[in-house]
């Protein structure tokens, strides 16, 4: 109950609270990179499942003639009483052909579509159970064997970085040092800047924000692309249990931020930017396909309009040069009526005219009749 001289809206944010834990979480990831980068061994860690533990690994001869194909899996997860429900799309097929020159139309068919449905359910009379299946992040991973950005890279992200938060991650960080990590860290967003691809941004902090939050904020931009390691195998490091890789070097620690960022993009995708991950997808790249999809049905509806015109005006004219052929007979048909009436009444004054000589010439025959 709100004390004396208060209203009670400040309640408002628990209420908020509690109709979302009781309502749960949607979010939608999607993953791209060929096989062998350590994808499905990342998901697993980030989010402590196993979601491909049914998954076949095609041979050699089915890697041949393979095209990139779309595999989605969802689960819920339930921590502390709040549910999500994660979707992670997958792209098996991606970068494995000879020519990968059109692996991303397939990925961009598929956002697309997604848009589209979405945007027909919000444009429905049932709008109170929409499924939201857009996509809110891509995890784009780059191999570390590289130097730098490949072209298949560069127009994978150049093509869809206005239809889907792409996030860049540097796999299996383990094969590089730390000043390896560092250069190629700089070179991907050196190319990334010149080829004039956007990948998600993270927003700055607001300046009511504590000095806690501000500083994770900003080593999280620092680490943008993410160099990660993943593994779901359990090993002992000086009598902890910690999940990690044994090498004969030593043991690489995945949840250690020396040794990789996967602590830091697990803390960006879950912790403080899954929510700005969805609100971008929805004012940014939903809107941007939303005005181009109204503005598409506008301008056919204005061609459909400029053609029914280029139709209909051969019918218009047709009908004015009927309708002027009709008053023309009319007038002929009202001439030739008029000369039949005059004619008619002719013929009746030429007939009143003789049968009146007539009757004169029968008067004057009867009248010589009685002289004789």
């Known amino acids: 109950m709100p004390s004396v001289g208060e209203i009670g809206f400040a309640t408002l944010p628990e209420q908020i609270h509690r109709k979302s834990v009781k ?6 990831m999607m993953v791209v990179g060929e096989s062998g980068l350590g994808k499905s061994t990342l998901i697993n860690s980030l989010f402590l499942a196993d979601l491909y533990k049914d998954r076949k690994i095609p041979n050699v001869e089915e890697k041949l003639d393979r095209t990139v194909t779309i595999e989605k899996k969802t689960m819920e997860i339930e921590e502390k009483g709040v549910k999500l429900k994660l979707t992670i799309v997958d792209t098996p097929g991606f970068g494995e052909a000879v020519n990968c020159e059109n692996n991303w139309k ?24 929409i499924v939201d299946n857009r996509v809110h992040c891509c995890l784009y991973f780059i191999p570390p064997w590289g130097h730098g950005l490949r072209p298949l890279d560069i127009e994978f992200m150049k093509h869809l970085h206005q239809k889907v938060n792409v996030v860049p991650v540097i796999a299996k960080a383990d094969t590089l040092n730390a000043n390896e990590i560092r250069r190629l860290k700089d070179k991907v967003l050196r190319e990334l800047k010149e080829n004039e691809v956007h990948v998600y941004q993270l927003p700055d902090c607001d300046s009511d924000e504590d000095e806690e939050f501000k500083q994770q904020d900003h080593e999280l931009k620092q680490s943008i692309p993410f160099a990660v390691i993943g593994s779901t195998q359990v090993v002992e490091v000086n009598g902890r249990r910690v999940r990690g890789r044994i090498y004969p070097w030593g043991i690489v620690e995945v949840e250690n931020p020396i040794h990789s960022d996967f602590l830091k993009l697990r803390t960006f995708l879950v912790s403080t930017h899954m929510q700005d991950l969805k609100d971008v ?41 009927t309708d002027l052929l009709l008053q023309q007979k009319e007038e002929e048909i009202r001439r030739m009526q008029d000369m039949l009436n005059q004619m008619h009444q002719k013929l009746k004054a030429a007939g009143r005219d003789s049968s009146e000589n007539g009757t004169d010439s029968d008067n004057r025959k009867d009248r010589e009749s009685v002289d004789l």
Do not use: M, W
Not at 23 to 28: N, P, R
Not at 106 to 129: A, P
């Open 23 to 28: 309502k749960g979480f949607d979010f939608t």
């Open 106 to 129: 397939v990925i961009e068919s598929y956002l697309t579509e997604q848009f589209n449905q979405f945007f027909k359910d919000e444009s429905g009379l049932n709008r109170k159970n």
């Open 281 to 321: 997808t929805r004012d940014v790249h939903y809107e941007n396909y939303r005005a181009q999809y109204l503005t598409k049905i506008s301008q056919q509806a204005s061609r459909e309009r400029g053609k029914l015109k280029r139709d209909s005006k051969p019918c218009e004219e047709s009908v004015e040069e």
